[in-house]
């Protein structure tokens, strides 16, 4: 099993501005997954990239998956406040996260 | 409300006191799960079921028993805790465990504290 690591690991921006977190993993995939949680409450599914996928977009979020280099990534675009949160990677349904990025969006 | 109901979502406890938390589901998944998500730590897993089995303890200190009655239900027995267990439980379910539908839900969360 595995999880991924993602990075940078806080992140602060003005309301507007686009924010981009990182997401590394060791082996091979079948499909990533990105969440989000806001404070003190259970992590909500966001989108799901499969391995022969390289992009895929859902309203104002944006994730690529490079699998030669192992990595995905995640753009917020138009940020609000509301994104103000912590965000997870997860591989496989493996069901294991990092640590999160944990996003500020300045209003 | 995302499917899945945990209860309660306050439990202050002290290191004698035995307590359960619980968990529903009625998304007809298969598999749950229990996670401890302390400050300033990543969300640990604890436990998976799947078919009503346990298929993963990750290291986890006896004083947490889980039990899954059927597909809907997941508790969390705890007794004897430290005050390092103090930290926010979450419960969540998928359709399958490591196969199929990726998507995961979460409850609430329960916020303990052991005092």
């Known amino acids: 099993s595995q999880q991924g690591e993602e990075d940078p690991q806080a992140l602060s921006i003005q309301e507007g501005e686009n924010a981009t977190m990182n997401c590394s993993y060791k082996t091979s995939i079948n499909n990533l997954q990105w969440y989000r949680q806001n404070s003190g409450r259970g992590l909500v599914h966001l989108i799901l990239i499969r391995s022969n996928e390289r992009e895929k977009h859902s309203g104002r979020l944006r994730v690529t998956l490079d699998t030669s280099k192992k990595s995905s990534s995640l753009l917020i675009t138009a940020s609000r406040a509301a994104d103000t949160a912590s965000y997870f990677c997860a591989t496989n349904n493996d069901m294991r996260f990092g640590a999160g990025t944990r996003l500020t969006v300045k209003p | 409300e995302t499917g899945v109901t945990q209860t309660p979502r306050h439990l202050v406890m002290g290191m004698t006191n035995k307590k359960s938390l619980k968990c529903e589901q009625h998304l007809g998944h298969n598999a749950m799960y229990w996670y401890k998500q302390s400050a300033k730590k990543p969300l640990e897993l604890m436990f998976v079921?799947?078919?009503?089995?346990?298929?993963e303890n990750n290291s986890v200190p006896s004083r947490f028993s889980p039990e899954c009655p059927n597909s809907s239900h997941l508790f969390l027995h705890l007794h004897t805790l430290q005050p390092e267990d103090s930290a926010l439980y979450l419960c969540a379910s998928s359709q399958d465990f490591r196969t199929g539908s990726a998507e995961a839900f979460f409850g609430q969360g329960t916020r303990l504290t052991v005092v």
């Open positions: 079921y799947s078919l009503e089995e346990r298929v």
